[in-house]
């Protein structure tokens, strides 16, 4: 926790940043009890942020009965309707004082409502640690010169500024890395890499997996070698399929996508929480090779993202198949849950599964280099009826506004499927299949109508939507369906709006 003199505490943590070697840092969970952490983090939560305290207060709880692991399982979940949105941004913060941070990023809420998230130097330090992790581990940057292209969003969103930064501290600690901000102009990305990448030995782009496929797509379509840059890939925000990940490989020259590319498991709320690393990418390209055994291992017919994480850093808990996390924050969190399904398994467990399916990805991948005994978390996605999107969280309560609009409403149940969709050459466009009113026919000026509106209600309530997405991603395709239809409304059946096809 942060009870230092600010700058004494900048000044230690860049230290221990700089000074403690990778290789250390993700060794120190095997001699740490991360139980332990999770306590000492409940107790100084409990001690110095009064929106906390007034909550423990609201249950009835004393902290100091707090006292073992199955004490802190016992707690009340936190989320944002129960904690965040009640209390102001400062009773939040250690000791109500917002002023200790001195970065405030904003996430987009269901109703298209930022939610502010402050955070400090030190966080930052905390989560350059995992984008250590993929320079150092996956891409080898400590030897090799690297340009650093930011491909998020810039502005109060959290991918952006939040990756330069840390991008920033590891060519503080030696690593010859380059940083460029063009966030998501992709004619300036592509400016970038054709006048500035042959001065690097590999070129690393950061963004959302879908704007990057688009980048580089436009980019061959405008005649570029991309082979010739040996391009790197960190993202964050979504699922992708490993059939996208070879297809993008093939693209862009990779022959080894298990070191080439990297996703990171990230939220405004916390940082980044886990990353992809070669061991589990290698993994996940065995289990998507093997729906037997991914369906034994993850219990869904569905592939999820597999990130390593550090639980020294982060704890995690799984309880009804969603995703409890704990950890030091601008906002510290406790018991957060954030809506994303998924669940852990240990670095022992995994390889005793894996060699039960005759399965060595240590023996396959042959790099020790890239091999720590870190737990693994695996994702699904969020279960609140979200759909990502460019990295953006759509929600249906956007498109229903759309739906409400004079004249549409009359030509609408207000039934409709929300879904990511990808096209033959795998791009991914925004699906909205609606139910038409009994006795309504399904015509082209409709259709473009119920486009229109929906689109401008999207770009008025989320933000993210509005900045994430490049503009020819943005409008929605959408289906006109007679009411009933099998398909998607059955009759009699609970209507989900939400549908996630692509995993």
């Not at 269901?110 to 400090?120: A, D, H, I, Q, V």
């Not at 150092?136 to 491909?151: G, Q």
């Not at 017919?301 to 982060?314: A, E, W």
Request: charged share 20%; glycine share 8%.
């Amino acid at each position: 926790m942060k009870h230092e003199i600010p700058t004494k505490r900048v000044i230690l943590g860049l230290e221990s940043f700089i000074l403690t070697p990778l290789a250390q840092k993700l060794e120190q969970h095997l001699h740490i009890d991360s139980q332990k952490i999770a306590l000492t983090l409940f107790q100084d939560v409990a001690a110095s942020v009064p929106a906390y305290q007034a909550f423990l207060a609201e249950q009835g709880i004393n902290s100091q009965d707090i006292q073992t692991l199955a004490d802190f399982q016992n707690l009340p979940k936190i989320n944002k309707e129960n904690y965040i949105s009640r209390y102001s941004l400062p009773q939040l913060c250690n000791n109500g004082n917002i002023g200790g941070c001195d970065m405030i990023a904003a996430s987009s809420g269901s109703t298209g409502k930022p939610t502010f998230w402050p955070r400090s130097f030190t966080d930052e330090l905390q989560i350059a640690t995992r984008f250590e992790q993929i320079f150092h581990d996956s891409f080898y940057a400590d030897t090799k010169s690297s340009l650093a292209v930011i491909c998020f969003a810039l502005g109060t969103w959290v991918g952006g500024i939040f990756t330069t930064n840390c991008c920033r501290y590891l060519a503080a600690k030696g690593y010859p890395i380059t940083v460029i901000t063009p966030g998501n102009n992709k004619a300036e990305i592509l400016r970038i890499v054709q006048e500035l990448g042959g001065n690097f030995e590999q070129v690393v782009l950061l963004g959302y997996p879908p704007f990057l496929k688009d980048v580089i797509d436009t980019g061959i379509a405008n005649g570029m070698q991309w082979g010739q840059y040996n391009i790197k890939l960190v993202m964050a925000g979504e699922v992708f399929s490993e059939e996208w990940r070879n297809l993008v490989a093939q693209r862009i020259g990779s022959e080894n996508p298990c070191h080439d590319f990297a996703s990171m498991y990230g939220t405004a709320d916390a940082g980044v929480l886990g990353n992809e690393t070669p061991l589990s990418i290698c993994i996940r390209r065995f289990l998507a090779a093997k729906p037997d055994a991914a369906k034994a291992l993850f219990g869904e017919s569905r592939l999820p993202t597999l990130v390593q994480y550090d639980p020294s850093s982060r704890f995690f808990e799984v309880e009804d198949g969603n995703l409890l996390f704990s950890g030091d924050n601008g906002v510290p969190l406790i018991r957060y849950n954030i809506g994303d399904h998924g669940g852990l398994i240990t670095y022992a467990e995994m390889l005793e599964f894996l060699a039960n399916w005759d399965f060595d990805p240590i023996t396959e991948l042959e790099n020790h280099r890239a091999i720590h005994q870190l737990p693994f978390v695996y994702v699904f996605g969020r279960s609140n009826f979200t759909v990502s999107y460019f990295g953006a969280n759509i929600y249906p309560e956007n498109v229903t506004v759309g739906l409400e609009q004079p004249i549409i409403r009359e030509w609408v149940t207000g039934k409709f499927v929300l879904q990511v969709k990808e096209d033959a050459d795998k791009n991914r466009f925004l699906s909205v299949v609606v139910e038409l009113a009994p006795g309504v026919e399904d015509q082209e000026e409709k259709r473009l109508s119920i486009t229109t509106s929906i689109l401008s209600q999207l770009l008025r309530l989320n933000s993210e939507f509005a900045n994430y997405i490049p503009p020819q991603y943005q409008t929605p395709v959408v289906e006109l369906k007679p009411i009933g239809d099998l398909e998607y409304f059955p009759i009699g059946v609970k209507h989900r709006y939400t549908r996630n096809n692509i995993s």
